[in-house]
């Protein structure tokens, strides 16, 4: 149970993290740059960290390439890697307050979701990876009997991660977990806005016995350092969590390099679906509510298209606009508040752009709209409905708190107007009819379908999107694939 004695006083006493992590210890950036940590929730600076270079990067490929090559990490017995990885979790855990106030400071999120979703999930992570590695096994390929196939999963050798602002610490550990299980020496570059809690990380890491260049992280902005990375000759594999922009160019910088393998988590602009016989519709118009309003829509799965069927239009308006406005936006380190804030200036003036401009498309507004108080960045949670099916609000992904409402008469316009998105990593499905209910997770091209919920995946269902949401998986034991090479055997006995 969170008590919000400790909370403040967590704001206080928690030190955040100030160098690169490279090769075991924090260094500063070669050039001696650094930039300077503001909080969204007053705007004020309260640390700085290193603003690293293309130099900085080379140094942490380096330092991964001789701890791979040296095998301290990848020739451990498994038993060992097991003890580290769960040496981690129980680390997260112990300092997960601390953790959790640190990046609410840096990112905005509120404390109730990030206190779970940041040190407690990235703890998930390396406890499941953890107890994965020892459970796998290779393969025997049929063969004649005077032939013996073996198939072998091997580490990668170096992974690059790039992760984003919006939950750094879960989803660098959906990333750093997997690969350090399967043998791997990693380089994470954060996001140059929210890099502290991934630089704790590090740091724990290498408490809980992991070897020196095993795990680096090296902050700076995405332009220099994550270009760099992408263009390492010694990254093997790049797994990033980001727009579809900064995608594309990762893949024409793998061509530019080694054709490193690059996978791509970018977002979507998913549907959520609510028929004219939900099981409880006050229930179903909280679920959306908060499928969208959630970190104030700073959620890759945000389901930020509520489709919602005509005949009870008016009646889920109503109970929609109540739910929203039960919500109360501020602090996001203070428990009664349920929204936090934008993570930065720039996210807000982006979020009010879209919305001024769905306004002039015709859009209504039902409630918010507007920018709230004069300290720190925060937006009231918005519904509009109407206006050009064709604008950004409907097509585009805001990554704000911001909900698009679109009604519709049919099983088969719903799933038209869902699928008709360039996107496809989530869906939600709202109603009691079971059938209608598998038909839409067949139907709607998303990687994960909810149905009576929205979020809240057992963390041995792989997250991933189909179409231009991206390739490859988060989570579960798929998640290891991207982290291995297979390697065939064949005998002559």
Excluded at 4 to 11: F, H, L, S
């Amino acid at each position: 149970m969170l008590d919000q004695g400790k909370i403040d006083a967590a704001r206080v006493t928690t030190v955040a993290p100030a160098e690169h992590f490279i090769d075991g210890r924090s260094v500063p950036s070669a050039n001696g740059a650094r930039r300077d940590v503001s909080s969204p929730i007053d705007g004020a600076v309260f640390a700085s960290i290193a603003d690293g270079g293309a130099g900085d990067v080379s140094a942490a490929t380096a330092a991964a390439r001789r701890a791979y090559d040296s095998g301290s990490w990848r020739n451990q017995p498994l038993a060992a890697r097991k003890r580290v990885l769960l040496r981690i979790a129980e680390i997260l855990e112990e300092r997960a307050l601390d953790l959790a106030v640190l990046g609410v400071r840096e990112n905005g999120t509120e404390i109730g979701v990030a206190f779970y979703a940041e040190p407690h999930g990235a703890a998930q992570s390396f406890r499941y990876y953890g107890e994965a590695i020892d459970k796998l096994f290779g393969e025997v390929a049929p063969t004649a009997s005077d032939k013996l196939g073996l198939i072998h999963r091997v580490p990668v050798g170096v992974v690059g991660a790039i992760v984003p602002w919006n939950f750094p610490l879960m989803i660098a550990a959906w990333k750093v977990a997997p690969a350090l299980a399967a043998g791997n020496s990693v380089v994470v570059k954060p996001s140059e806005t929210a890099s502290l809690l991934v630089l704790k990380l590090a740091e724990i890491a290498a408490e809980a016995g992991l070897p020196d260049g095993v795990l680096n992280v090296v902050t700076g902005d995405g332009a220099v350092t994550g270009e760099a990375l992408a263009l390492d000759m010694d990254v093997d594999v790049l797994a990033f969590t980001g727009s579809g922009g900064v995608g594309r160019r990762l893949l024409e910088y793998a061509g530019r390099s080694n054709l490193k393998r690059v996978y791509l988590e970018l977002g979507g602009k998913s549907a959520n679906i609510v028929f004219d016989d939900p099981v409880d519709l006050a229930a179903a118009a909280m679920g959306a509510a908060r499928a969208i309003f959630t970190n104030s829509g700073q959620v890759c799965i945000a389901g930020s298209r509520l489709l919602v069927h005509r005949a009870i239009l008016g009646e889920f308006q109503d109970a929609l606009v109540a739910a929203t406005r039960s919500f109360t936006v501020g602090d996001p380190l203070i428990l009664s508040h349920q929204i936090g804030a934008i993570h930065s200036a720039g996210q807000l003036a982006k979020v009010e752009a879209a919305v001024a401009e769905a306004r002039a498309a015709g859009a209504e507004c039902l409630t918010g709209g507007e920018r709230l108080g004069d300290s720190g960045y925060y937006f009231a949670p918005t519904i509009l409905i109407g206006g050009d099916g064709n604008s950004r609000h409907v097509r585009e992904e805001i990554f704000g708190p911001v909900l698009s409402v679109i009604p519709f008469d049919s099983d088969e316009e719903a799933v038209g107007i869902a699928n008709d998105s360039p996107y496809g990593l989530a869906a939600g499905v709202w109603t009691a009819n079971l059938s209608r209910a598998h038909r839409m997770v067949a139907a709607l091209d998303a990687g994960a379908v909810h149905v009576n919920c929205y979020g809240g995946l057992e963390f041995a269902m792989p997250i991933g999107g189909m179409k231009q949401s991206g390739n490859g998986y988060d989570r579960g034991l798929q998640a290891l694939d991207k982290f291995v090479n297979l390697k065939s055997a064949w005998f002559a006995l």
